[in-house]
């Protein structure tokens, strides 16, 4: 499962938080990194807004994160 997917059904508890935040913040970005790639690899247009839908998400959720 991808950090997308699992950040997803984890976020849905409001108490949840990571038990090894640097390391959640380290997938975090790595998510964000090969998402990007994607994006400038794959000029589809169906998958460019799932795309950027998961950019998004993990950028806020990894500047939540930060702040616990």
């Known amino acids: 499962m991808g950090i997308y997917k699992a950040l997803k059904k984890r976020s849905e508890d409001p108490n949840w938080r990571p038990r090894n935040k640097e390391r959640m ?3 975090i970005e ?3 990194k090969r ?3 994607l ?3 794959n000029p589809k247009p169906a998958k ?3 795309i950027n ?3 998004s998400f993990l ?3 990894k500047e939540e994160i930060s702040n616990y």
Do not use: A, F, H, S
């Open 35 to 37: 998402n990007q790639r």
């Open 39 to 41: 994006l400038e690899n």
């Open 53 to 55: 839908e998961k950019i």
């Open 59 to 61: 950028t806020t959720k």
């Open 25 to 27: 913040l380290q997938r």
């Open 30 to 32: 790595e998510g964000i």
């Open 48 to 50: 460019v807004d799932l």
